[in-house]
């Protein structure tokens, strides 16, 4: 784990607020768009005034590279009846973060990115029980806006980190682990004999998904761009790594399989492996495709199944943790296997929270592998 020093910012302070998306703007492919202006203006929520403070965030008023990450102040104020303020102490990079920067998913301009952190309470909306000031939790999904130092959420959106897991190591685990959890135990259930293919094996959650369904008994095959990647995903248990820059993946899961094919596909790449990993299932084999890093997948005609009779599905995290209990379950099994050593996260690099822009262009440009972590920088 590499840890960086932080310095504090003295910027201006700016009369601003901390925005939330449109409610579902993570979940689907498909969004309502939203107009937008040369300069938007900031629509302010909810803030007491009396108790609002300034606090520093990353905050994006035109889709694109990394540069249109800004650093500037917004004002938080204190949270309403159910809710709680939190004050991150680390907060989660995942490429959905990338997507919404780019506009790929859709949320009105502009916004605060970011849909992980762990951090302290310190403040509770009135009436509100079960949490108190000085609680140390953890949120992944919605409400977009993790990329500042503070954040008002739902109380119902938190859950308790335990003692035993760092902040560090959480804000990594969270939206990773919960996203390992779902694909491998409910939207596809891995059992042992199962033979199963993980695109881009040495990433953060490519990584949970090689070590998870090599405890659950499956042959794990993974694709990866480099021998350092192949190693470190051997590491993770992946059975079967396949360098895709120097072997074609689809010829060489035959083999390994013996002509058969694997039962499910989870598929984080899109377009550049859509088609290969089709070619890659068994017969009624699940294609579980969950991310599109070289981008959006082109239409699909239904009758392309049919050879094989497949299964074609693109999930998202927030329909399996739709309920509280569904999310608190989630999250235990994930906190318990990192506990027992089934899971061993990688945080392979952290930069302060200014430095979110540097952050995303070497997410982007691979020079990272496993999980990287923001940190504020008044931390």
């Not at 509280?324 to 994930?334: D, G, I, P, S, Y």
Request: with cysteine; charged share 20%; hydrophobic share 40%.
């Amino acid at each position: 784990m590499i840890l960086h020093n932080h310095h504090l910012h003295k910027l201006c302070f700016r009369r601003t607020s901390i925005l939330s998306p449109p409610s579902g703007a993570c979940i689907s492919s498909s969004f309502t768009n939203f107009h937008r202006q040369s300069k938007p203006k900031p629509k302010p929520i909810r803030v007491c005034r009396a108790f609002a403070s300034m606090v520093k965030a990353i905050r994006v008023y035109e889709h694109g590279g990394p540069e249109v990450l800004k650093w500037e102040d917004v004002e938080v104020g204190e949270p309403g009846e159910g809710e709680v303020r939190v004050k991150h102490k680390a907060i989660g990079v995942n490429f959905i973060d990338v997507y919404f920067r780019k506009g790929v998913y859709k949320s009105e301009l502009p916004f605060i990115p970011g849909r992980e952190a762990v951090g302290v309470v310190t403040a509770v909306g009135p009436g509100l029980t079960g949490r108190k000031v000085g609680d140390l939790v953890a949120y992944a999904g919605n409400p977009m806006g993790s990329y500042s130092e503070e954040q008002i959420l739902s109380a119902n959106v938190v859950v308790s980190v335990p003692s035993t897991i760092d902040p560090i190591l959480g804000a990594a685990v969270m939206l990773k682990g919960m996203t390992a959890q779902f694909l491998l135990r409910n939207c596809f259930k891995v059992e042992p004999g199962h033979t199963i293919l993980v695109h881009a094996a040495a990433g953060g959650v490519g990584s949970l998904l090689c070590q998870w369904g090599n405890a659950l008994g499956a042959t794990v095959i993974g694709t990866v761009s480099t021998k350092e990647k192949a190693a470190q995903a051997s590491e993770d248990g992946c059975h079967h790594p396949i360098i895709y820059t120097q072997e074609n993946f689809v010829e060489r899961v035959k083999e390994i399989t013996k002509g058969q094919g694997v039962q499910v596909v989870y598929d984080s790449v899109g377009k550049d492996t859509f088609q290969g990993s089709l070619e890659c299932l068994a017969l009624r084999g699940y294609m579980v495709s969950f991310g599109q890093s070289s981008g959006v997948i082109d239409p699909v005609p239904l009758s392309l199944l049919a050879p094989k009779s497949l299964f074609l599905t693109r999930p998202s995290m927030m329909h399996y943790t739709a309920t509280r209990e569904e999310l608190l379950k989630t999250a235990a099994e994930v906190f318990a296997n990192v506990a027992s050593g089934i899971l061993k996260v990688r945080v392979t690099k952290t930069y302060p929270l200014s430095e979110a822009a540097k952050a995303h262009a070497d997410l982007e440009s691979r020079k990272t592998s496993g999980s990287i972590v923001l940190i504020p920088d008044n931390s």
